[in-house]
């Protein structure tokens, strides 16, 4: 059985990259993510990469981290996250859910290769939350597509553009690793609701801001998330926009180009620049 409802390619064919859209998939049975083997996994993974966050933050500063002495391990296999968000950073790290990925995003190539080429740098995440849980507005600076498992939340999407975002929090990410934003009642009739169950996933294109809302049940989620080519470049050009400000030459603004053109020679200058010692 295929992982992703055939039907859902060529829908996301129509919209990747630039438009956040719905697809099915057949995951909610699949063993590595039932609870069981969540919990062998959160305690294979490094301590440091399964975080346990308050699970009703209203904005990224209270999503803070939760210090406790049990491993969050043990609430996952218990079955009852019923007070905190606890994540499952880097997956892949793990062989058998790096096999997953790749069957996963094979399934998509048919749609994601023809837009933005061959997917790199794979990387999955696992969210297992609280009833109500609420994740603060944030962005992250990769293609997403959220798979719901169990429970049902809200994703609310919005354009990766101003007053949502602006090129001082994209290099704020690339240079320090934020990725909060500040969030203005007055967005809140601007984004989509996505209401996901288990068998739906949302793919959530590149820096698209968001927040998500779990239901009344515990949620589990997986994130896939994977860079191309041109992401990467634009990642290096960002990073390198400080030194480029402090030698008096403009700063690289990705809102201020077509999203074909890429910054190939900005990030070749930060890759040579950190060989050779000089960034
Ligand atoms: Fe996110």
């Not at 699970?55 to 905190?84: K, L, S």
């Not at 600076?141 to 354009?159: C, H, M, R, S, W």
Request: contains cysteine; glycine residues 6%.
């Amino acid at each position: 059985m295929s992982l992703i409802d055939p039907q859902s390619v060529p829908r996301l064919a129509q919209h990747y990259p630039r438009a956040p859209g719905l697809l099915r998939h057949n995951l909610a049975a699949e063993p590595l993510l039932g609870l069981p083997a969540l919990a062998e996994a959160a305690r294979a993974l490094p301590r440091e990469q399964v975080e346990r966050r308050m699970h009703d933050a209203g904005n990224g500063e209270a999503f803070r981290m939760i210090e406790a002495d049990t491993h969050p391990a043990d609430a996952i296999a218990a079955g009852c996250v019923n007070d905190a968000w606890i994540m499952l950073r880097y997956i892949e790290q793990l062989p058998a859910y790096r096999a997953l990925f790749e069957r996963l995003l094979a399934e998509l190539a048919p749609a994601i290769g023809p837009a933005t080429g061959p997917v790199c740098d794979i990387k999955g995440f696992v969210f297992i939350s609280a009833p109500g849980t609420h994740t603060p507005f944030h962005f992250d600076a990769e293609y997403n597509i959220l798979f719901q498992i169990a429970g049902d939340k809200v994703f609310a999407t919005y354009p990766p553009a101003p007053p949502y975002i602006d090129l001082a929090r994209r290099e704020a990410y690339h240079v320090a690793g934020e990725n909060m934003l500040s969030w203005s009642p007055d967005y809140a009739a601007a984004g989509t609701e996505h209401r996901l169950a288990p068998g739906d996933a949302l793919f959530v294109p590149y820096c698209a801001p968001h927040w998500v809302h779990a239901g009344d049940a515990m949620s589990v989620s997986l994130s896939v998330t994977w860079q191309c080519r041109r992401s990467r470049a634009v990642a290096d050009a960002l990073w390198l926009n400080p030194v480029m400000r402090r030698v008096g030459l403009p700063a690289y603004d990705p809102a201020a180009h077509s999203a074909a053109h890429a910054p190939w020679l900005r990030a070749a200058a930060r890759r040579v620049g950190q060989r050779i010692g000089l960034l």
